[in-house]
C-alpha cells in the first residue's frame, strides 16, 4: 500500500512568517493530495487539496505544491495568525478510490 | 445542516465489553469511513462503505466489525474491547463529483478509553 511521510512533526513561528510542511508519498499511482487542518478536540477539516495534473493551487493564504516525479507535495502558508495554529495532516490516495494514507500530522504553533 | 455526526462523543469501557459507535450523515454522501487516530500515528483506516450494502476492510480492521445500516448510516463496533483499542475514533463521509474525486468530511471524534 501507499506509505506517507510527514515532516517536521512540530513547527513554530512567529506570526506574520511563513510555514511549510512537507510530506513524500511512494506509490506512482496516487493522484490526489488533501490536506486537513484539525484543531484541538475537533475532527480534520480540508483546507486545500491538489490533483496530479497541476503542480501548485493557492487559496489565500494557503499553497500546496507537487513534484510527482519526486514524490513529494508541501503546504505553504503565508502571513501566519495565531488561528493557524493546529494540527496538520496531509494526505495521499487516488481520487477515484477510498482509500486515503495520512501523515502522522505537523503540529503549528504560532506565536503573537 | 449538521454533516456527520458521531455518538458517543467520551466512552470508558472495560476489557471484553463490546460497544457499538454510531455515525450518521446527512449530505446524502454515497461513501463512509471509520478511521482511528493514534499518538504518532495519523488517521488510519479501519473499514469503510462504498455505498450502501457493501463494506470493505481497511488498514488496521482486526478487533472491529462495521454495519452500513442506510445510506446515512454507518456504526462501528467493537465486540470484546482491548486496550489497545484506546483510541480517537473518526467517522467520515464522501461523494464521488465528476471530475474532482473523493473529498472526505469528518464527524468530530469519540474519544474511547479501554481500561
Known amino acids: 500500500g501507499e506509505n506517507v511521510e510527514q515532516h517536521p512533526s512540530t513547527l513554530s513561528v512567529q506570526e506574520g512568517d511563513s510555514a511549510v510542511i512537507k510530506c513524500t508519498y511512494s506509490d506512482s499511482a496516487s493522484n490526489y493530495f488533501p490536506w486537513y487542518k484539525q484543531e484541538l478536540g475537533k475532527g480534520p477539516q480540508l483546507i486545500i487539496d491538489?490533483?496530479?495534473?497541476?503542480g501548485e493551487k493557492k487559496d489565500q493564504r494557503i499553497a500546496v505544491t507537487l513534484n510527482k516525479t519526486a514524490k513529494h507535495f508541501s503546504l505553504h502558508i503565508t502571513e501566519t495568525q495565531p488561528e493557524d495554529s493546529a494540527v496538520y495532516f496531509c494526505?495521499?490516495?487516488?481520487?477515484?478510490?477510498?482509500?486515503?494514507?495520512f501523515g502522522t500530522g505537523t503540529s503549528l504553533t504560532v506565536i503573537p | 445542516n449538521a454533516g456527520v455526526t458521531q455518538t458517543p462523543k467520551f466512552q470508558v469501557l472495560k476489557t471484553g465489553q463490546s460497544m457499538t459507535l454510531q455515525c450518521a450523515q446527512d449530505m446524502n454522501h454515497n461513501s463512509m469511513y471509520w478511521y482511528r487516530q493514534d499518538p504518532g500515528m495519523g488517521l488510519r483506516l479501519i473499514y469503510y462503505?462504498?455505498?450502501?450494502?457493501?463494506?470493505d476492510k481497511g488498514e488496521v480492521p482486526n478487533g472491529y466489525n462495521v454495519s452500513r445500516l442506510n445510506k446515512r448510516e454507518f456504526s462501528l463496533r467493537l465486540e470484546s474491547a482491548a486496550p489497545s483499542q484506546t483510541s480517537v475514533y473518526f467517522c467520515a463521509s464522501s461523494i464521488k463529483q465528476v471530475n474532482s474525486g473523493n473529498t472526505i468530511y469528518f464527524g468530530e471524534g469519540s474519544w474511547l478509553t479501554v481500561v
Open positions: 494526505a495521499a490516495g487516488r481520487n477515484t478510490g477510498n482509500q486515503f494514507y
Open positions: 462503505s462504498a455505498s450502501e450494502g457493501t463494506t
Open positions: 491538489i490533483r496530479s495534473n497541476v
